[in-house]
């Protein structure tokens, strides 16, 4: 099946000289949830903003649903509901009014049962005649991804959706987006929390510096770059590393107490039986071994200090 979004060779400098963007290329296929993973500055929402069509790219081209973005916007702005950063409603509108109004912006029709629809998968609907600014913060949130969807559109864009929200809403708002997708949306979020990436995408691209540095189903990336480290329990606590075990990335606690021994889960061989045998050797009983696969942030802090 053709990708629902395409971009190539996308780069962006804007006006002064930053370079925002720098050559991406990526496919998104309709049905995934793909996190756009990386620090603040790494050009997240200008590669959203160039998808959407509020921001001119500078070389390249984006198709959405096989039209460009640039010289079909109306059709490709028709297939897309973005939800920004940055909340903004007016405060006295009611639910029901922003919400359809949205829908109208595309020339669509009004459609009551439709926006009541979307109201009540995002558990809005007691709220519908309410007021903006009777909402609490999460619901003001709900009401934006609301207002994305009135035209239904078949890709959503969240730009950092849970940037400045408590955890519990955070959870909630993952358990939307999963609803959603469910729902036959694809959905691209941006955001700059690893544990969010890790939770709720299918694949996961991360960006550092305008690069993308990779896109990889998730399961996949953290099998490649994952590294393992077994704790190694010690029965009576280590002063120091012996000589003999210093060809090994070992690592000693504090208190001496454990060693952290990090192998890579990919290679030939990690290196375990030689150091069990080494440790013997040298006279270091063990009371107990676990491992434990490193976390998608380990992988992340190495890949954006690795990038220039
Ligand atoms: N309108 C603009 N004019 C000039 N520079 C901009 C503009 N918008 C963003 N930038 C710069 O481009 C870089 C990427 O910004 P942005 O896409 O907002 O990153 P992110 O969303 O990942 O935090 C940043 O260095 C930012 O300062
Ligand atoms: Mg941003």
């Not at 926006?115 to 913060?137: M, T």
Request: charged share 25%; hydrophobic share 40%.
């Amino acid at each position: 099946m053709a990708p629902i979004v395409s971009i190539n060779n996308l780069s962006k400098t804007y006006e002064g000289g930053h370079q925002a963007l720098r050559d991406v290329s990526l496919d998104i296929e309709e049905g995934e949830i793909l996190a756009l993973l990386g620090p603040n500055g790494a050009g997240k929402t200008t590669l959203i903003s160039i998808i959407c069509g509020i921001v001119s790219p500078t070389s390249g081209t984006v198709t959405v649903g096989g039209h460009d973005v640039v010289e079909e916007y109306r059709q490709t702005r028709a297939l897309i509901g973005l939800v920004p950063q940055e909340i903004t409603l007016e405060p006295f509108e009611k639910v029901i009014r922003t919400v359809s109004f949205s829908r109208g912006l595309f020339g669509k029709p009004p459609n009551r049962p439709l926006v009541e629809d979307v109201l009540g998968k995002l558990s809005l609907l007691d709220k519908k005649d309410s007021a903006i600014n009777q909402l609490s913060g999460g619901m003001r949130r709900r009401v934006l991804i609301a207002k994305a969807l009135s035209h239904e559109p078949r890709v959503l864009f969240l730009d950092e959706p849970t940037a400045g929200v408590d955890v519990e809403l955070r959870k909630t708002m993952w358990d939307t987006v999963r609803d959603l997708r469910r729902n036959g949306v694809t959905i691209i979020l941006t955001t700059h929390y690893i544990e969010e990436a890790e939770a709720i995408a299918d694949r996961i691209g991360i960006i550092s510096h305008g690069e993308l540095l990779l896109a990889e189903d998730k399961a996949a990336l953290m099998g490649r770059l994952g590294r393992k480290h077994m704790r190694i329990d010690l029965q009576a606590p280590l002063d120091d590393l012996p000589d003999g075990l210093s060809g090994y990335e070992l690592e000693r606690a504090e208190d001496g107490s454990f060693l952290t021994y990090t192998y890579d889960t990919q290679a030939d061989r990690t290196g375990i039986t030689a150091l069990l045998n080494d440790l013997g050797k040298a006279g270091i009983r063990i009371r107990d071994v676990q491992t434990q696969q490193s976390s998608l942030e380990q992988i992340f802090v190495d890949l954006v200090k690795e990038s220039p």
